[in-house]
């Protein structure tokens, strides 16, 4: 049975459709530009596909909007690792769900091996745009943690090689790879990118399944 690991960053996209260049502190103004949140409905697009590509998946996910809500209303039952501190979801919260996906705790700034599961997913399936790739990139590497990561295109600002085409896609793969790769996660500079520049910058590599 394969253990898959979900987390959605819901703010994810908000602004590509109301003329924001990036969410970065400025989902207040695209709310009240009457954006909506786009991240979820393609996270359980992925879920419905992860569902038809296989009989046997162990769902994991972070509370709430962050992943519960999606899993259920795709059919599944998953187990619930954790839970955001607000209301609002913050890079902070993509961490520590990414955290607790992968079976480690930390106190006090080390890591502890909890007592029950889950412990261990074999794929972190993540719904976002290129800086919750980054999130989960460098939560995995405090940790030391090589975990398969795959996200589901939810941004506007999609530049990293970890995000399958589609959401469809990305659910297929979830539940069918045999294989992975080093990708790259790239991010851009959102100030430059709202004055008409676009300046990527590697960030992290990451294992991704294929």
């Known amino acids: 049975?394969?253990?898959?690991?979900?987390?959605?960053?819901?703010?994810?996209?908000?602004?590509?459709?109301?003329?924001?260049?990036?969410?970065?502190?400025?989902?207040?103004?695209?709310?009240?530009r009457g954006a909506e949140p786009r991240s979820p409905a393609r996270a359980r697009k992925a879920l419905e596909h992860l569902r038809?590509?296989?009989?046997?998946?162990?769902?994991?996910?972070?509370?709430?909007?962050?992943?519960?809500?999606?899993?259920?209303?795709?059919?599944?039952?998953?187990?619930?690792?954790g839970r955001p501190d607000g209301d609002e979801t913050t890079a902070a919260d993509t961490r520590e769900a990414v955290r607790k996906l992968v079976g480690v705790s930390r106190t006090e700034g080390r890591p502890e091996q909890p007592a029950t599961r889950p412990n261990g997913v074999d794929v972190i399936l993540f719904g976002g745009g290129d800086g919750t790739a980054v999130d989960v990139a460098e939560a995995l590497e405090e940790l030391g943690d090589d975990t398969p990561i795959l996200g589901i295109p939810s941004g506007v600002k999609v530049y990293s090689s970890v995000f399958a085409v589609t959401p469809r896609a990305a659910g297929r793969i979830a539940a069918t790879f045999d294989r992975t790769e080093s990708r790259e996660i790239n991010d851009i500079d959102e100030?430059?990118?709202?004055?008409?520049?676009?300046?990527?910058e590697l960030k992290a590599i990451a294992t991704v399944p294929v």
């Open 1 to 32: 049975m394969r253990r898959v690991g979900f987390v959605v960053n819901p703010i994810a996209g908000m602004w590509g459709r109301v003329g924001l260049k990036g969410t970065d502190g400025k989902v207040e103004e695209a709310r009240r």
């Open 191 to 200: 100030d430059a990118y709202r004055d008409g520049e676009v300046e990527t």
């Open 52 to 81: 038809a590509n296989s009989e046997g998946i162990e769902l994991y996910a972070y509370g709430g909007e962050m992943g519960e809500r999606v899993a259920v209303d795709a059919g599944f039952d998953p187990v619930v690792v």
